[in-house]
């Protein structure tokens, strides 16, 4: 039989694993953040250059053909994104 110092020991056990992976889940989700954002932050980054880069190419008249060429610059920007998303897959499959 246990005693019931026995069982508030196993009471504090409890309380105290649950502090833990109260602390753990916090940490691991403010890490999770903190990698989103620094993600998002790259993939700016990332588009920034490919906008820079279709914007200054040479070859852009030669590019009349593509959907975008003379479309809203929503719709070149989603091209430059797309670009960033390749970017980040290849760099995280190079890793």
């Given at each position: 039989?246990?005693?019931a110092a026995d069982r508030e020991a196993?009471?504090?056990t409890?309380?105290?694993?649950?502090?833990?992976?109260?602390?753990?889940?916090q940490a691991l989700r403010l890490s999770t953040e903190r990698l989103r954002a620094?993600?998002?932050?790259?993939r700016d980054r990332f588009a920034a250059a490919a906008l820079q880069g279709l914007l200054a190419s040479p070859h852009l008249p030669e590019w009349s053909w593509t959907p975008w060429a003379h479309d809203k610059p929503e719709t070149v920007a989603?091209?430059?994104?797309?670009?960033?998303d390749a970017m980040l897959?290849?760099?995280?499959a190079a890793k």
């Open positions: 039989m246990s005693t196993v009471r504090v409890l309380r105290e694993a649950r502090i833990q992976v109260s602390e753990a889940s620094e993600r998002d932050g790259l989603a091209v430059a994104y797309a670009l960033a897959k290849e760099r995280e």
